[in-house]
């Protein structure tokens, strides 16, 4: 049973960072897993996305609208996904999700992805 709970998520100001944290299941570190987010009105979106291994090429992925700002990383370790947000954007605003596939490359299409968490808010807002 692979079970993902995503949290870390608030109110920010433009210009400031966040960090997401999405904790796994350890059979799903042993998969791809991703960042989507969804604002309201809008459908979910590929935010990043990392493989199973660092040995994977490429070994992440981001969005063009978050490159260079957002940093996604993976503790198997401890099992748990993080997304570093930095200057941060009224348009990130959005619910977060966290999700994993039955593979291990990483990749952008929502319907790629088997298994979701609840989300979290991010509201970035002056």
């Known amino acids: 049973q692979v079970q993902l709970v995503e949290s870390g998520g608030g109110l920010v100001q433009p210009g400031n960072s966040l960090r997401l944290s999405c904790a796994a299941s350890s059979i799903a570190m042993n998969y791809a897993m991703a960042w989507f987010r969804q604002a309201p009105g809008q459908e979910r979106e590929f935010v990043a996305a990392v493989g199973w291994t660092a040995l994977i090429t490429p070994a992440t992925v981001y969005a063009d609208s978050v490159q260079g700002r957002f940093i996604l990383s993976r503790d198997t370790g401890e099992r748990t996904l993080y997304l570093q947000m930095n200057r941060l954007e009224p348009e990130d605003t959005a619910v977060y999700y966290c999700?994993?596939?039955?593979?291990?490359?990483?990749?952008?299409?929502?319907?790629?992805?088997?298994?979701w968490g609840q989300g979290t808010q991010v509201t970035v807002s002056s």
């Open positions: 999700a994993s596939k039955r593979g291990r490359r990483p990749s952008r299409g929502t319907n790629e992805y088997d298994y």
